[in-house]
């Protein structure tokens, strides 16, 4: 569990992280979001005992971060935004290099290098440099070597940045499995998309300032406005006002003309019944879909007046 009280960090007048109190719960995977600026690198940093606090205090299951920082490095594995250089290093002599550091004992540590370098799928990349893997093998090899003192807690900074769709979708599938081995997760990321696959809690920040944290479903749950996409085979004038029938705006896209989104509060039921509407008038319906709720649009949502 991660408990955050009243945590406070200041550069001289600047105040990158105001007051932040909120609770992490045990095997929860959280999307730390906000745009450049908000304090997500700050918050990571001082929760990984790299950069003191102004005031407050962070607890790692009990453990004060400003009291005891020993023990909460041998929770949490870090994986920042930069891997490092690390040139004239192999795969495998980079996480030998780590494990020395965590003090992993001589006997057990060939054995645990294999099995993180199985785990991250870069058996075979044992013998290649570190600067010779690809981006995504060189995320996977950082994320490897953020789990080699077996840390309860993973604070990963934007581990999907730069990475191609296949890439990404890999990191997705580790990171699930670490999740379902019952790590807690505090991942910070741009991508949205992937937050939304992977996270169980949301916590959105916005200069400095908590503006929410929940569950991923209760934050969802919070758009107001529905969205409804509609295409026809031929432009149709009846759709606008069928739908302020039913307190639906319409809108028509202007690079797509057989292409309408109607906006709403409405329930289940009411968008049935305007399509049943639509159909009784003749209109041209070749696909009337309702969007699946977007993090994006709550993440718009959420933050709309914090700017």
Do not use: W
Request: aromatic share 4%; with cysteine.
């Amino acid at each position: 569990m991660i408990e955050f009280h009243n945590v406070r960090k200041t550069y001289g007048n600047f105040v990158a992280l105001d007051t932040l109190t909120c609770t992490i719960p045990r095997g929860a995977t959280v999307g730390l979001i906000g745009p450049n600026g908000a304090g997500k690198t700050t918050t990571m940093r001082m929760l990984t005992t790299l950069t003191p606090l102004t005031s407050g205090d962070m607890l790692i299951d009990g453990v004060s971060v400003t009291q005891r920082p020993d023990l909460v490095r041998q929770r949490i594995g870090f994986m920042p935004d930069v891997f490092g250089v690390y040139e004239t290093m192999t795969a495998y002599e980079y996480l030998d290099f780590y494990a020395r550091c965590n003090n992993v004992p001589a006997a057990t540590r060939t054995t645990l290098i294999d099995d993180m370098l199985a785990l991250v799928d870069l058996s075979h990349k044992k013998d290649a440099h570190v600067m010779s893997l690809s981006r995504g093998m060189t995320q996977r090899l950082s994320l490897a070597r953020s789990l080699l003192h077996d840390p309860d807690i993973l604070v990963l900074d934007e581990p999907a940045s730069g990475l191609d769709p296949r890439a990404r979708v890999e990191l997705r599938a580790l990171l699930n499995e670490l999740r379902n081995q019952g790590k807690t997760i505090l991942i910070s990321s741009h991508i949205l998309s992937d937050l939304a696959d992977l996270c169980t809690h949301l916590l959105i920040l916005e200069r400095g300032t908590l503006v929410a944290f929940d569950t991923l479903e209760n934050l969802l749950n919070r758009q107001s406005q529905r969205r409804i996409v509609v295409h026809t085979l031929a432009p149709s004038t009846e759709l606008a006002s069928i739908a302020q029938r039913h307190d639906y705006t319409c809108r028509s896209d202007d690079e797509q003309p057989l292409r309408y989104v109607l906006t709403g509060t409405g329930d289940d039921a009411t968008q049935a019944a305007l399509l049943a509407d639509c159909i009784r008038a003749g209109v041209p319906i070749h696909s009337f879909a309702s969007e699946q709720k977007s993090l994006e649009r709550t993440f718009l949502q959420v933050t709309e007046g914090v700017i």
